[in-house]
């Protein structure tokens, strides 16, 4: 037969109900302190957990006539792109697409879409 304590309580049952609530603790206290340092170091817990925050932005395109031509600033879909992933960078954001849109005798339309 086991042993008891003051309150009539066998020490066994006590001792197993300690070492559950050590273990449940010691993992909640381990979850926490992971999702600190995923955070600090880039990874957004947000996105794993499927609540994306995209952010939508228009770069500006600066044109201008120069001896007859129409000099653009971001003159193409690769252009667009690296203009893209520079400013969804200068946000702490990822670059998920962007799109590009010419202008007809206008300054070009890009739009980047940041994780």
């Known amino acids: 037969m086991p042993k ?3 309150k009539n309580v066998p020490i066994r049952k006590f001792s197993k109900k300690i070492v ?3 273990i449940v603790l010691l993992v909640v206290l381990f979850l926490f302190v992971s999702i600190l340092f995923l955070n600090e170091y880039g990874l957004n817990i947000s996105n794993l957990l499927g609540s994306k925050n995209t952010v939508q ?3 500006e395109d600066r044109c201008a006539h120069i001896a007859g031509q129409l000099i653009h600033t971001i003159g193409d879909a690769d252009s667009c792109s690296l203009s893209c992933k520079s400013e969804c ?3 702490n954001s990822k670059n998920s697409r ?3 849109q010419p202008g007809n005798q206008s300054c070009n339309l890009c739009q980047c879409f940041c994780n």
Do not use: H
Request: hydrophobic letters at 35%; proline letters at 0%.
């Open 98 to 100: 962007s799109e590009f």
């Open 57 to 59: 932005l228009s770069l």
């Open 20 to 22: 559950y609530f050590s």
């Open 4 to 6: 008891k304590n003051e």
């Open 89 to 91: 960078y200068t946000i």
